[in-house]
């Protein structure tokens, strides 16, 4: 009775560090896609920044490129960068978040192996292909 019990918390937290990993590696790819985009912002700022006022400048929307002022160019890279900071900042505390439960569910499946030594033996003996 007691190893059903300890096979199923076992499961349960199989499970539950399957779908902390995800999250987490979905977490890690938005951080890295908003990194991206932050990166770009601050290159076309730079790039912005060193033509003269008077410069025609234009925006793609689609297919085609519309005539637009410098300023509100460099407004819009700049509330990009601003955005991707904040988005950046949440996702960090997302990702600790996250570790710590991990961690939390390695150190509950750790007991548990502990716990119940045969178990862990009959864990072992599983071959994973």
């Known amino acids: 009775m007691a190893e059903e019990v300890n096979k199923t918390a076992f499961l349960e937290i199989q499970g539950r560090m399957i779908e902390l990993t995800g999250k987490l590696k979905q977490v890690q790819n938005q951080m890295r896609n908003k990194e991206g985009e932050k990166k770009r912002?601050?290159?076309?700022?730079?790039?912005?920044?060193q033509l003269s006022d008077d410069t025609n400048t234009y925006k793609s929307i689609g297919r085609t490129f519309v005539l637009e002022p410098k300023s509100v160019l460099m407004n819009e890279q700049e509330q990009k960068l601003k955005d991707s900071e904040s988005a950046i900042a949440s996702l960090q505390?997302?990702?600790?978040?996250?570790?710590?439960?991990?961690?939390?569910?390695e150190?509950?499946?750790r007991e548990l192996l502990q716990q119940d030594p045969g178990l862990a033996r009959q864990i072992m003996s599983m071959s994973v292909i």
Do not use: D, M, P, R
Not at 41 to 49: C, Q, S, V, W, Y
């Open 41 to 49: 912002a601050f290159l076309t700022l730079e790039e912005l920044g």
């Open 93 to 105: 505390t997302s990702k600790e978040y996250l570790e710590k439960q991990i961690a939390e569910v």
């Open 107 to 109: 150190n509950n499946l």
